[in-house]
């Protein structure tokens, strides 16, 4: 089963985040997944962080920053990636949101 990107942001869809162009970067996917009860190196990848929910453990935010949204939209439609999606048990779900830095001053600092 490949992953359904459902939009966190109900604004603008996931895909239109990933088609933006000219690209822009550095961009951070933020992955919210929800499993139900029961790492691939490619261009433009930088990290990976995994959260857990404390608790029942049945919700993981995946934290992963690429150097712009065309290497990440390549790499979410490459075809090794497509295949471990499909490992995933029947019933997850993936939300997702594509961002950007942003500056505020005396709180933080953008690109």
């Known amino acids: 089963m490949a992953p359904i990107h459902k939009p966190l942001d109900r604004s603008t869809t996931f895909d239109a985040m990933l088609s933006v162009s000219p ?5 951070v996917l933020l992955n919210i997944i929800s499993l139900p009860q029961e790492q691939i190196r490619t261009p ?7 959260h ?3 608790g029942d453990g049945n919700f993981i935010v995946n934290y992963a920053v690429w150097e712009n949204n065309g290497d990440l939209k ?7 990636f497509r295949e471990i999606c499909e490992d995933f048990p029947d019933g997850t779900e993936f939300r997702a ?8 001053p005396g709180v ?3 690109l």
């Open 23 to 27: 690209a822009v970067g550095p961009v």
């Open 44 to 50: 433009g990848y930088i990290s990976t962080q995994l």
């Open 52 to 54: 857990g929910a404390i």
């Open 74 to 80: 390549n790499a979410l439609y490459h075809p090794e």
């Open 97 to 104: 949101c594509v961002l950007q830095k942003e500056a505020i």
């Open 108 to 110: 933080c600092v953008g």
